[in-house]
């Protein structure tokens, strides 16, 4: 039965459970499944024209994506991050002005993810190729975000360029109350001098 | 940009807001690309194949639905819900046994939904076609759904059958302080006599 295939392909999405499936399902079916066509059309649209951007991973129409392209950004600061939705939370805060890689993930030993299944290769070439002066390493702040920023600052030794990373400390607006032990002694061992 | 757009159409389903819209988005573009074509497939499977069935108003891919084409069903009941979802809900259930008519709406002077607007003149010829015996008016316990219910009892009123309407009361596993006045009152009124 095409609609139970429907819910079933619908579930599977994010956020999206067994029940906000079926909701979803009778909300594409109604008014004579106008929705169900105007779906197709925009998702047969992103098949077709929507690619990867052939320089940093981000998702562009064009062989080159928007920021890579634009001759305003910074191409001396490059921020690798893990995924393209990170890349949107960063350009969502409009505040950094260079240009992105794309890794596509972090390095898991128990995912099985190794330096090979990232795209490190494509960075070593960019770092070989543009003129990189500051490379900021924007990777969540976990174990794996943090051995994959290790393994980063190893390949990139050999083209002495500037190596970052996010500051780590309390979330603007948190509470002390509320943080993990580990944020408040990362917070206390980074603290910021005022006056001396 | 196609990606927008689909960020867009996937934000206007129910219970999926701008952020889960993206996360969505960014799902169905990983690998390849993968989930778009299967949902394409899928979304092209439902628009060509389901329809409406033309007895009750169900979906179904044949002329008429397995509910309605199931000799194993009681004709005699016949059990009238708002909407297709209703009627899952009720199928989810499993104790009834009769069919169905989906009306696709309530009365409603707001939205400006009268008789014509819904599925009234199927009901009406299903009346005079079938040998139905009761009806079972299973409406939302609104205002609308009410009137609705009164309405349908004035139209029904010619075919002489037993027309009955869902219980109100406290539901299975509600706690009585949490209950609003009317549902309390409606359970103290309509309250079952044990012993005498």
Known sequence: MPINELIHSLSKMPGVGSRSAQRIALYLLKNDKIAVAQLITVL???????????????FSTARICNICADPARDATQLCIVETVSDLWALERAKFFRGRYHVLGGVLSAIDNIGPDNLNIKELLARMQREKIEEVIVALSATLEG?????YLMDVLEPFHVRVSSLAQGVPIGGELNYMDNATLSTAFQDRRLLAS
């Open 44 to 58: 047969q649209d992103v098949y077709e024209k929507v690619h990867k951007c052939e320089n940093c991973g981000n």
């Open 146 to 150: 943090q051995s994959t920023l290790f």
